[in-house]
């Protein structure tokens, strides 16, 4: 598990230390969450507990969620910057779990529903999702019945297919988000074992899927900062020269920290790394 968490990290760019994770129950709990929280992730007695949802607006904090045919959704509010990241099975669908984030957001960050981004992860779709009427009735009750239609199909066995993308893309847009600011992966974890973990597909022998998000930390770098950096460094790499309008920025302007390319001295392509 260290091991995965690791090259996870390596791959998307962060340090596995600044993940934050949920200790999921088929609830709503949901905790704000900061760097105060991060650093425990190969710990057994972690302090997170009974938590399937996480918010954050901090920089560095990545916030992590754990599936094998339920629910990810996950958020992101670019005019507050914040994030939350949520696990929603059959249970935090019926408790409208998509809802209680949206809201949730909107009391710590003051993120108004009309400004979110969300999307509905890899799940289990609907075609394989078959579940008994007493599943069904959970849903009758929380549903407008004009909607039943859109969620599930009767089988003739008495049995029904069960839409959970469809269920949380409603309740998504009855808390007052954009139904354009709502994505669905559609890509079912049953249908698709060679890449995604299936609970229903192992009969239980499986792994976990991993859904993480984050604000990324200010990289960005003053252009005295980059003459200090320069003047440190060895006198057969200094360039003698910087054009910064050549150096690259990132879209607000501001020039990027780790990496700076396409700098030029006397015509040769210099690459140099910004310390933190």
């Known amino acids: 598990m260290k091991r995965n968490h690791c090259l996870l990290a390596k791959a998307l760019g962060y340090e596995p230390e600044q993940l934050v994770l949920t200790d999921q129950v088929h609830g709503t709990e949901i905790l704000r969450v900061g760097k105060a929280d991060t650093g ?7 302090r997170i507990r009974e938590t399937d949802g996480l918010v954050t607006d901090e920089p560095g904090v990545m916030l992590m969620t754990f599936f094998a045919d339920c629910v990810p959704l996950i958020f992101y509010d670019p005019v507050r910057h914040a994030v939350g990241n949520a696990h929603s099975g059959w249970r935090g669908t019926v408790l409208r779990m998509g809802e209680k984030m949206v809201e949730r957001m909107r009391l710590e960050f003051g993120s108004r529903p009309e400004d979110l981004r969300a999307v509905i992860g890899p799940s289990i779709c609907q075609s394989c999702y078959e579940v008994s009427a007493d599943v069904i009735s959970e849903f009758q009750k929380v549903f407008d019945k004009a909607d039943w239609d859109q969620i599930y199909e009767e ?10 993308w469809r269920a949380n893309e409603i309740i998504l847009r009855e808390a007052g988000m954009k139904p354009e600011h709502i994505a669905v992966s559609g890509l079912c974890t049953n249908e698709h074992p060679e890449l995604l973990f299936s609970h229903r597909y192992t009969k239980g022998k499986r792994g976990n899927l991993a859904a993480v998000i984050g ?5 960005s ?3 005295e900062e980059i003459m200090e950096f320069c003047r440190e460094l060895p006198r057969y790499k200094r360039p003698k020269k910087i054009i910064f309008d050549e150096v690259p920025r990132n879209p607000t302007g501001k020039i990027e920290k780790p990496v700076l390319r396409e700098r030029y001295c006397h015509g040769s392509l210099v690459e140099a790394q910004i310390r933190n």
Not at 41 to 46: I, Q, T
Not at 215 to 219: F, P
């Open 221 to 223: 770098c003053t252009e």
């Open 215 to 219: 604000l990324k930390e200010d990289v």
């Open 40 to 46: 425990e992730v190969f710990e057994d007695n972690r």
């Open 155 to 164: 089988k003739q066995n008495g049995h029904y297919q069960l839409d959970l």
